[in-house]
Nanobody, 118 residues
């Protein structure tokens, strides 16, 4: 059973930083075959993709976070990270870790709250 456990969320003032972590279990030896990423959902809004990291390490970001957020993965630790700098009030949301295996299987974490105050 694949499980994703996020951590690192919290409350921070605008301009601050947070680092989200996602530890994955249950993928066996094929974690490196998953595309991984982070999504977020703010109250009253649809869930949106914030950052994705492909199997070869290529990254893709939501336009509004480019230059501020950095997604990464550590295949040896079955972990995914999101470094968030220069946080803005509009970054407030629940952040979800996500795994996708070749477009066939999707797995989600339980979410971690990020609150940015002015």
């Amino acid at each position: 059973q694949v499980q994703l456990v996020e951590s690192g969320g919290g409350s921070v003032q605008a301009g601050g930083s947070l680092r989200l972590s996602c530890v994955v279990s249950g993928t066996g030896s094929i974690f490196n075959l998953y595309t991984v990423g982070w999504h977020r959902q703010a109250p009253g809004k649809q869930r949106e993709l914030v950052a994705s990291i492909t199997t070869d390490g290529a990254t893709n970001y939501l336009d509004s976070v480019k230059g501020r957020f950095t997604g990464s993965r550590d295949n040896a630790k079955n972990a995914v990270y999101l470094q968030m700098n220069s946080l803005k009030v509009e970054d407030t949301a629940v952040y979800y870790c996500h795994l996708n295996l070749r477009g066939l299987l999707d797995f989600w974490g339980q979410g971690t709250q990020v609150t940015v105050s002015s």
